[in-house]
């Protein structure tokens, strides 16, 4: 049964087009034009989008939706002013209204009635009940760059600990930028940075990829990169001769070749290489930095994952070696085939679309609960 939503595309011209209503606005990212890195991410939604969803009067739909993300990094009373009839409009009709917020976005104040809100850079301590995590979108790569293979790895004596990426302020040249990281790395061992997340960045990932480095018992699988993946030009910006294909295609088979991959927040308290590593159908090595995983409700992320809480991450190295004793060889190759089908099923632009009614579902049961309370 398809879910049925209402919406204002008028309101496109204010902000940024969410991914939701891709199959009814088309592409508008620069990231999905032919040539682009992740083009090709929504095909398949594309195909079955209207299968999922039709867009209604808000008399007859089941929620409303803002077709634009809530990502205000200027004026936020002109955004809410611009957005202001819409909104009013829904409360008025006793709707939910799904709203999405971009993937770094910390804390920010949605001060709308009835809204279902997704942000991934959720601290879990301080998750309301309305708000919920939800998936990076990116290009299959089995698909794209392994011909749709899910290459098994089998389980040897020592394990493969890979990462590809940005860490400083290891492998970055002596200079403003490796100063900043060393900074940052030596309060993030104090213990000073847990106060300010937003000036966290990358300092996890180097003291995890340290805590592997300093280890004899895993064999780590490392390509550390001198400059930042992302930047206004294209997924690999920055002072280096690959190319973006060669870039993509590097770090797909770090992933493939080995059995686990570091996965640790960035400038968001969320890892994009979390969902690449499930994708891949590899075993993701997760430092907990108080996060909040998708439908952790029916998805026991603690047992298909390597779990460190932050408080280990120095010890990182210890857990990784006691889930590998653990595991037999059998469960070792079930886990990567089980991995990559919850990202199918859940995590991917299909999957994760198609459950979108049972987050609609609990808001209504959650409000008719409470009214029943207070009657």
């Not at 955004?79 to 709203?99: D, N, Q, S, W, Y």
């Not at 995590?133 to 299959?140: A, Q």
């Not at 550390?224 to 993509?248: H, I, Q, V, Y």
Request: charged content about 25%.
């Amino acid at each position: 049964m398809k879910l049925k939503l209402h919406t204002d595309l008028d309101l496109l011209k204010v902000g940024k087009p969410i991914e939701l209503l891709i199959p009814f606005t088309g592409l508008s990212d620069k990231e999905d034009e032919p040539g682009a890195m992740k083009y090709g991410r929504f095909n398949e939604y594309m195909e079955v989008g209207a299968s999922l969803f039709e867009l209604a009067p808000i008399e007859h739909c089941d929620a409303c939706v803002l077709p634009i993300f809530y990502d205000v990094l200027e004026d936020q009373r002109e955004f809410e002013r611009k957005i202001a009839p819409f909104i009013k409009k829904v409360e008025a009709h006793g709707k939910k209204i799904l709203i999405f917020v971009g993937h770094d976005v910390l804390d920010i104040r949605i001060p709308v009635k009835n809204a279902i809100i997704f942000n991934s850079a959720i601290d879990k301590s301080k998750q309301p009940a309305n708000v919920f995590p939800w998936p990076h979108f990116f290009e299959d790569f089995l698909k794209r760059y392994n011909a749709g293979d899910l290459r098994i790895r089998r389980k040897h004596s020592k394990p493969i600990v890979g990462f590809c990426g940005y860490a400083p302020p290891l492998h970055v040249r002596m200079g403003k930028e490796k100063i900043i990281g060393l900074v940052k790395l030596a309060a993030n061992y104090l213990g000073l940075l847990q106060r300010f997340p937003n000036r966290i960045a990358h300092s996890y990932r180097a003291r995890a990829i340290i805590g592997l480095m300093r280890s004899t018992r895993v064999i780590p699988n490392f390509r550390l990169k001198s400059n930042f993946a992302f930047g206004p030009n294209g997924m690999n910006s920055g002072n280096t001769e690959e190319s973006d294909f060669d870039f993509r295609k590097g770090f797909v088979e770090n992933i493939l070749e080995s059995d686990y991959t570091l996965c640790v927040r960035g400038l968001g308290n969320n890892s994009i290489r979390f969902f690449e590593t499930l994708c891949c159908g590899r075993i993701p090595v997760f430092v907990n930095t108080d996060c909040v995983l998708p439908f952790e409700d029916v998805i026991d992320w603690k047992s298909l994952c390597v779990w460190v809480e932050e408080k280990n991450i120095d010890n990182v190295a210890d857990a990784v070696v006691r889930f590998h004793a653990q595991i037999s060889e059998e469960d070792f190759i079930d886990l990567q085939k089980k991995l990559r089908n919850i990202w199918e099923e859940y995590l991917s632009p299909v999957g994760f679309f198609k459950h979108l009614d049972s987050y609609v579902d609990r808001a209504y049961e959650a409000a008719n609960s409470d009214s029943l309370s207070e009657a």
